[in-house]
């Protein structure tokens, strides 16, 4: 059978969804043909990832120029057409994110419109997962898949090939006929045990990727990367993330956090870097000092050994120790991403619900710091209980960090989170709206700080943590929207450019420092 994955990406490039490497590779090992359609380079007028970060200057700036990455004004429904024209699909499987679902639908209607409505349409991913019926509710969505695919999907053409039942098969969400009051019913099948032989997985299969997915911005230059993932699971109680929920699918039976054995791993890794000509790997393990210590230690001896290649990884503070950041750096780790998140206390612990004290990120920080590897931390603004107090509490503890690239981004609510609930129960999220998530505006609506306060504090974050406080009443006038607000704003982004981010995140007083402070006074005073 002809398979075809839509992936409705509206964000940045140099990403490889591993569902859909992992499930192309599954179905081709069984004969079947694969294909993806994804909407990445077409524009939909979307601030990027990449754009908002490279708006509030924390990393180095990249020259895209010969690397063809700009998007086309296309009409993706029309390239979908003919593609779908071309390729002949028995099944269309589509992948979204939470704030891509409704370009998903619009995609699973170009193809059911394409096929007179012959081709079957089903859903899976974290989205489809987490609000099926969201999903379930258009008409031209034959079904979903809840949890893992893995399982499913090759069953599921193996069914629709040989014309057998499978609306039976577990992990399988549809609509029923609808109900004498009018309302549609659905059916949700029981979902199947974790998957556990990560070992026996094909590995991923990159070759319906468009090339370009490949690059990927690192430290002013642009590499030629991977993405994977070695641990799978996470056992915090995060409230924004769907970690949480997706273990209570599975009724939080099981050992939820699995992984390859260090061998296979390496097989594949290396395997991947040469074919794909790769000199960058990314990680995607939701925290990678997780591994136990005896793992870790062969993991880094063999991947420096076979692999050799730099990469970047994400880490929870509470797990970063001496040996482990020692690790990391033997083994070829040159960043780590971490999430700060809040510097209030209150919120961290009892809104957040993350596991970490302020300790642990001040230690985890300077521990990675001291092996000489890159940090960045995550930053969340706009979140239930969030004042303008709460907001220079979290730019304080980055002070404190350390930590060479903070970065900061709106929270959004993600279905079927607690966070999310909470939000709704509060008045401060409306549903109903649809809000998809946006680099520009926070999300909610809070009582305690206005949106326009939110996005001056945001825009500004990195100059409150980078320069010296004595800078920090300049920065507070620059968030008035006046023309010395603005110019102020412009004297400090000028300021900041000559003295952190020429010098790589680090601070360093510039010789024409007493002039920049003149011209602050004088905007200060007119």
Not at 110 to 130: C, E, L, Q, R, S
């Amino acid at each position: 059978m002809n398979i075809l994955f839509i992936w409705p990406s509206r964000d940045q490039f140099g990403f490889k969804p591993m569902g859909i490497a992992l499930l192309s590779a599954i179905l081709k090992r069984k004969g079947h043909d694969v294909e993806l359609f994804d909407t990445t380079f077409f524009d939909f007028k979307h601030a990027s990832t990449t754009e908002a970060r490279d708006k509030l200057r924390i990393f180095k700036p990249i020259n895209w120029s010969g690397y063809n990455v700009q998007k086309t004004e296309a009409d993706p429904h029309k390239a979908l057409e003919e593609h779908i024209n071309r390729f002949q699909p028995g099944l269309v499987c589509v992948s979204a994110l939470s704030d891509e679902i409704e370009l998903g639908l619009q995609l699973s209607k170009t193809a059911k419109d394409v096929t007179g409505g012959a081709v079957a349409v089903v859903w899976g991913g974290k989205a489809a997962t987490m609000n099926p019926f969201r999903v379930l509710k258009d008409s031209d969505v034959n079904g979903v898949c809840r949890g893992e695919g893995l399982r499913f999907l090759p069953e599921l053409v193996r069914c629709l090939d040989n014309y057998e039942m499978h609306m039976h098969l577990p992990n399988m969400g549809y609509r029923l006929d609808i109900n004498a009051l009018g309302q549609d019913e659905y059916k949700l099948n029981p979902i199947a045990p974790y998957f556990r032989d990560l070992d026996g997985l094909p590995y991923f299969d990159w070759s319906i990727f468009d090339d370009r997915q490949f690059l990927k911005p690192y430290d002013g230059k642009v590499l030629r990367g991977g993405d994977h993932m070695i641990y799978w699971g996470c056992p915090n109680e995060c409230t924004y993330c769907i970690n949480k929920s997706w273990r209570e699918l599975y009724n939080n039976e099981g050992a939820f956090l699995r992984h390859y054995s260090v061998d296979r791993i390496i097989d594949e890794l290396e395997y991947l870097s040469k074919e794909y000509k790769l000199e960058f790997w990314k990680f995607h393990d939701e925290d990678f000092c997780l591994k136990p210590i005896a793992y870790f230690e062969e993991l880094a001896k063999k991947y420096k050994e076979r692999v050799g290649l730099p990469f970047t990884a994400m880490a929870n503070c509470k797990n970063i120790t001496v040996t482990r950041a020692k690790l990391l750096k033997e083994m070829g780790c040159v960043s780590i991403s971490v999430g700060i998140e809040t510097g209030n206390e209150d919120l961290r612990k009892h809104v957040l619900k993350r596991c970490e004290t302020k300790d642990d990120i001040l230690n985890g920080i300077r521990r990675l710091n001291n092996e000489g590897i890159r940090t960045s931390a995550f930053n969340l603004l706009g979140i239930p209980g969030e004042t303008r107090e709460t907001i220079m509490e979290t730019i304080e503890l980055n002070r404190q960090s350390g930590v060479q690239y903070p970065n900061a981004g709106f929270f959004f609510p993600l279905d079927n989170t607690e966070l999310k609930k909470i939000a709704v129960q509060q008045g401060l999220y409306d549903p109903k709206e649809g809000r998809a998530y946006s680099n520009e505006r926070p999300c909610l609506s809070l009582p305690t700080i206005s949106e326009e306060e939110l996005i001056a504090l945001r825009d500004r974050f990195v100059l409150y943590i980078k320069l010296p406080e004595e800078y920090h009443r300049y920065i507070k006038r620059s968030e008035k929207d006046d023309q010395n607000g603005r110019e102020m704003l412009k004297v400090l982004q000028l300021y900041y450019e000559e003295t952190v981010f020429a010098n790589d995140g680090t601070y360093k007083p510039h010789p024409l420092e007493k002039q920049y402070k003149e011209s602050c006074e004088i905007l200060m005073h007119e």
